[in-house]
C-alpha cells in the first residue's frame, strides 16, 4: 500500500466515525458523541503520521501525543505545510483539549468522576462541532488530488 491508500484508510474511518457521532446526537446519546468525535480526531491523525512521515502510526489514543508526533517528524517539519501545522497547532490543540475533556474512558480512576461523565445536549454539540473544526484543519495536510505517494 501506498502512504496515500494508509491515509485515505484512515480517513474512512475518521469519516464513518463522525457519521457515528452524527447519529449519536440524532439518538440523543450525548455521552458518546464526545468519545468517538476523539477517535476519529485521533484516526485522522494517525492516518497523517502515516501519510507525511511514511511511517506506520504509533499505537496510542492520546491525542496531545499523536499531534506532537506528527508536528515533531522533522520530514513533515521542513514542508511547506508542517511549517503551516507548527503555526496553527495552537489554536487546535485547544480545541482537541476540550473535546478530551469529556471523553469517555474505562480506567480505574474515572470511577470517581462519573457523573462527570454524563454531558447534556449543548456540551455535545459544541463538542461536535469543535471535532468537525479539527478534522478540516486536519484534511488539509493530507493529500491533494492526484497524489500518489
Same mark, same amino acid.
Given at each position: 500500500m501506498t502512504?496515500?491508500?494508509?491515509?485515505?484508510?484512515?480517513? &474512512? $474511518?475518521?469519516? #464513518?466515525? &463522525?457519521?457515528t457521532a452524527e447519529d449519536m446526537v440524532k439518538?440523543?446519546?450525548w455521552m458518546y458523541v464526545a468519545s468517538i468525535c476523539h477517535t476519529a $480526531? %485521533?484516526?485522522l491523525l494517525k492516518g497523517l503520521i502515516v #501519510? @507525511?512521515? /511514511?511511517?506506520?502510526?504509533?499505537?496510542?489514543? @492520546?491525542?496531545? !501525543?499523536? &499531534? /506532537?508526533?506528527?508536528g515533531? @517528524? =522533522?520530514? !513533515?517539519?521542513?514542508?511547506? %505545510? %508542517?511549517?503551516? !501545522?507548527?503555526?496553527?497547532?495552537?489554536? #487546535?490543540?485547544?480545541? $482537541?483539549?476540550? $473535546?478530551?475533556y469529556y471523553r469517555i474512558n474505562d480506567y480505574p480512576f474515572s #470511577? =470517581?468522576?462519573?457523573?462527570?461523565? !454524563?454531558i447534556e445536549e449543548n456540551t455535545a454539540?459544541?463538542?461536535?462541532?469543535?471535532a468537525k473544526r479539527v478534522i478540516s484543519w486536519l484534511k488539509t495536510f493530507g493529500p491533494g488530488a492526484g497524489d500518489d505517494r
Open positions: 502512504a496515500t491508500e494508509k491515509y485515505r484508510y484512515w480517513e &474512512m $474511518i475518521s469519516d #464513518y466515525d &463522525m457519521g439518538a440523543k446519546r $480526531i %485521533g484516526r #501519510y @507525511n512521515t /511514511n511511517k506506520e502510526t504509533p499505537k496510542s489514543d @492520546n491525542l496531545v !501525543f499523536l &499531534m /506532537n508526533r506528527l515533531g @517528524n =522533522q520530514t !513533515f517539519s521542513a514542508t511547506e %505545510g %508542517g511549517q503551516r !501545522f507548527k503555526a496553527e497547532k495552537e489554536e #487546535y490543540l485547544d480545541l $482537541i483539549i476540550d $473535546i478530551t #470511577y =470517581q468522576k462519573t457523573l462527570d461523565r !454524563f454539540l459544541e463538542v461536535l462541532e469543535k
